[in-house]
């Protein structure tokens, strides 16, 4: 499996990129989507350290468990 900051931060990215490309197609505005795979190394490291962050929050993680036991 594969680390699991990472496959969140590929994740979240190719949404986020997907939303911004809505968007701009609604407005009629020139703008080309962005791939995961396109990204600058600097940057996918970036994603996966943010994610990584956010996994290692506890309150966050106890939000998370709460939810998932409903």
């Given at each position: 499996m594969k680390d699991?900051?990472?496959?969140m931060a590929k994740r979240f990215y190719e949404i986020h990129e997907r939303l911004i490309f809505l968007r701009v197609t609604y407005a009629k505005t020139s703008l080309q989507s962005k791939l995961w795979k396109d990204l600058a190394e600097r940057d996918r490291i970036e994603y996966?350290?943010?994610?990584?962050?956010?996994?290692a929050d506890q309150e966050l993680m106890t939000i998370v468990a709460r939810r998932s036991e409903l």
């Open positions: 699991l900051p990472e496959e996966v350290e943010s994610f990584r962050q956010l996994l």
